[in-house]
């Protein structure tokens, strides 16, 4: 049976799947990310234990697939999108630590070019807001920041790369400098319309244009796999942002269909077919996918903080052991309380775009306990996708007759009934949540002859549950006044 080695090189883990052409996963891998936090509002990664951490997964799913009859056809890559990483073509070795997407260092210079009445500008070239979470601003930093990177860049000496880039430079030993669609158009570098770097918007930012990767078809066949990296040669034939491939990896193919993604941060997206959906509620314009020549695109919202809310509840506060205690937490209460956490732990994303305002817990008393705290960590996850569909609603006309969820919190079963209570619509969990590998893997089998096309590859998609609306509406709308009331004391706070 073919199947396809996807990596999905995520923010707080990297995994590697064996995917059949049933859509099945064979085999898998995972190693946690360690994060690294050197300033307020600083976010890093260690380049060189992401590429260890993608050989070391990748060789370990192909090991437990021996035996089991797989003829292994292609990689397909998946990545967080926005994290920036600058290399020294030569030595192959990164000159600084890999600024991660929620790093919010590259602020001021967003925020000076706001004043200088840019964003509009950037917005029509791009899709974009002008945003530190996007790439420009943190390779501008590293440019004028690290000692002779500059110079350096000017002559060609380095290479930058958005974290697909990089993994498939080091892939195939350094011989592609290559990136996709999908990724380069998360950069506020890159004409969504022309399909090309923008030289305005380098010239703007600082980027010599030669520091840029080639910009290719999503299912491109990008390179092959260093035989003595893997122990076998694979073409490597599909990479896609990881927001993208979920997307994809939900079966999204056609205009209106939609999926939040409920990972280390939430990302909402909705296919706008071959139209550029200009936004005029803040939210994104990007490339959903780019393939035989035609670009189709989406509008999207992304909030910081899904998962990464309830690792605080673990890791700093101690109120869980575990992601799973959180779903009995929230059922031993008959409501919340009261209390709510706006979770602006690096500022506000969409349709704010805050990167001021911080984190804050609103309406405790002396009966708040433990589980109050838990439970807005998850509810705050509805009331953020909620402000993101509503605006996207607004922007397309569009209000999709259901939500696809996918990513590690939509195991949550109380969390996936919530969000339908507070969206007022049906939640769709796949049987299979590992849909940004899943798109991954489409989009190289698709090119390899795994599946025909895009649309063979989703028909073998399942469901595992529906989660229909069953809150009341009156109660719907208290819950959410209470939300926005506590969101306007944290911008207040910015």
């Known amino acids: 049976m073919k199947a396809v080695l996807a990596i999905d090189q995520g923010t707080t883990s990297t995994r590697s799947l064996l995917i059949d052409e049933m859509a ?11 994060q690294y936090y050197p300033a307020d509002g600083w976010v890093e990664h260690d380049p060189e234990a992401i590429w260890r951490d993608v050989v070391a997964t990748a060789c370990e799913a192909l090991e437990k697939a021996k035996g089991l009859a797989l003829d292994i056809t292609a ?43 840019l964003e509009q500008e950037v917005t029509d070239r ?5 945003d530190s979470y996007f790439t420009a601003s943190k390779l501008a930093w ?3 920041t690290i000692p002779s990177a500059r110079k350096q860049a000017e002559e060609g000496r380095l290479a930058f790369g958005t974290i697909d880039c990089f993994l498939l430079w080091r892939l195939t030993g350094g011989k592609v400098h290559a990136t996709d669609a999908t990724n380069a158009s998360r950069t506020l570098l890159f004409d969504i319309a022309k399909m090309a770097w923008c030289p305005d918007l ?5 980027i010599p244009m030669q520091i840029l990767p080639e910009v290719r078809e999503t299912d491109a066949l990008f390179g092959l796999s260093d035989k003595d990296i893997l122990g076998l040669s694979l073409p490597i034939a599909g990479m896609v942002g990881d927001q993208q491939g979920a997307l994809i990896g939900q079966g999204c193919l056609e205009r209106s269909d939609a999926k939040i993604t409920l990972g280390t941060g939430g990302f909402a997206m909705l296919n706008s077919g071959g139209d550029i959906c200009r936004s005029r509620h803040r939210m994104l ?13 989406a509008i999207e ?3 910081f903080v899904a998962g990464a809310g309830i690792k605080w509840t673990r890791d700093k506060l101690h109120l869980v052991a575990s992601a799973a205690e959180t779903e009995a937490m929230a059922r031993s209460l008959t409501d919340n309380g009261g209390v709510y956490l706006v979770p602006a732990f690096v500022g506000l994303g969409a349709p704010h775009w805050n990167p001021s305002a911080r984190a804050m817990l609103t309406g405790m008393t002396f009966a708040t306990g433990p589980e109050h705290i838990v439970r807005a960590a998850l509810e ?7 402000d993101l569909l509503s605006a996207m609603a607004l922007d397309s006309g569009v209000r999709p007759g259901e939500l696809k969820v996918d990513g590690g919190m939509v195991a949550n079963d109380w969390l996936c009934q919530f969000l339908a209570d507070i969206l007022d619509l049906d939640i769709v969990r796949p049987a299979n949540i590992e849909t940004t590998a899943l798109g991954a893997a489409f989009l190289a089998g698709a090119r390899t002859g795994v599946w025909t096309a895009l649309p063979d590859a989703v028909s073998h998609l399942a469901t595992d549950r529906r989660f229909s609306p069953a809150l009341p509406r009156a109660e719907r709308g208290r819950l959410l006044a209470g939300w926005r009331e506590a969101v306007g004391h944290a911008l207040g706070s910015g």
């Open 301 to 303: 919202g992304a909030f």
């Open 126 to 130: 791009t899709g974009l807001l002008l």
């Open 202 to 206: 380098c010239r703007m930012f600082g």
């Open 24 to 34: 099945k996963v064979r085999c898998a891998a995972q190693i946690e990310l360690k």
């Open 142 to 144: 590293l440019l004028d």
């Open 285 to 297: 314009s990007t490339v959903a996918c780019y393939s035989g020549g035609v670009a189709s695109y």
């Open 75 to 117: 990689i397909g890559i998946a990545n967080q999108r926005e994290t920036c990483v600058l290399w020294d073509r030569e030595s192959c070795k990164p000159i600084h630590p890999a600024i991660v997407w929620q790093d919010r260092r590259g602020a001021d210079l967003c925020r000076r070019f706001i004043d200088e009445g």
């Open 380 to 386: 705050c996850v509805a009331y953020q996708s909620a």
